[in-house]
C-alpha cells in the first residue's frame, strides 16, 4: 500500500495512516454513521485505517466488523496520543471530535476536527488543522485532495 501524498502549507506530504475515533466521530449513540463504512472502504485501498477509541457504547468492534481496519479500544487520550506516536506521527491523518482526541490531534501531521451530531469539544477546535461539519465532509477531504489543498494554502 503506498502512502496518500497531500498538499500542505509545509508542500507535498506523504500520510500513511488514517486514526479516527469512533464516538461521535464515526457513529451517533453507537451506530456507525450512513455513508462512512462506504468512504472507509474506498480509503482502505489507499491508507491503513486504525479506529481508537473508548468505546463509550461498547459496539465499535461490531459496527466496524466488515471493514478493513484496526479497532483499538483504549482507556484516554494519553493512551490515544502514545499509539500515534509509534507510527511517525508526521506521516498520520487523525480525525476525531472529543475532548480525549486532543493529544491525538496535537502529535498527528493532518488533524482534522468534525463537529457531528455528538457535538465537538472546544478544546479540540484550537488543536486541529481542519473543522469539518460531519465525517463524511471528514472523509472527503481525503478522498478528494484538491478540497484540503484549497483550505490549507496560504
Known amino acids: 500500500m503506498s502512502p496518500i501524498l497531500l498538499e500542505m502549507p509545509q508542500g507535498q506530504t506523504k500520510f500513511h495512516r488514517l486514526v479516527l475515533d469512533y464516538t461521535g466521530t464515526l457513529s451517533m449513540d453507537g ?87 455528538e457535538g465537538v469539544a472546544s478544546g479540540l477546535l484550537r488543536s486541529a488543522d481542519v473543522v469539518t461539519r460531519d465525517i463524511n465532509d471528514a472523509l472527503d477531504l481525503i478522498l478528494h485532495p484538491l478540497r484540503l489543498k484549497a483550505t490549507l494554502r496560504d
Open 31 to 117: 451506530a456507525l454513521l450512513p455513508g462512512v463504512g462506504e468512504r472507509l472502504l474506498r480509503l482502505s485501498e489507499e491508507i491503513t485505517i486504525t479506529v481508537i477509541t473508548a468505546d463509550t457504547f461498547g459496539t465499535a468492534r461490531r459496527e466496524l466488523e466488515d471493514l478493513p481496519l484496526e479497532v483499538q479500544v483504549i482507556r484516554d487520550g494519553e493512551e490515544k496520543a502514545g499509539v500515534v506516536a509509534i507510527w511517525d506521527p508526521e506521516g498520520v491523518i487523525a480525525i476525531g471530535n472529543g475532548r480525549n482526541d486532543i493529544p491525538m490531534m496535537e502529535n498527528a501531521g493532518l488533524s482534522i476536527a468534525v463537529m457531528g451530531p
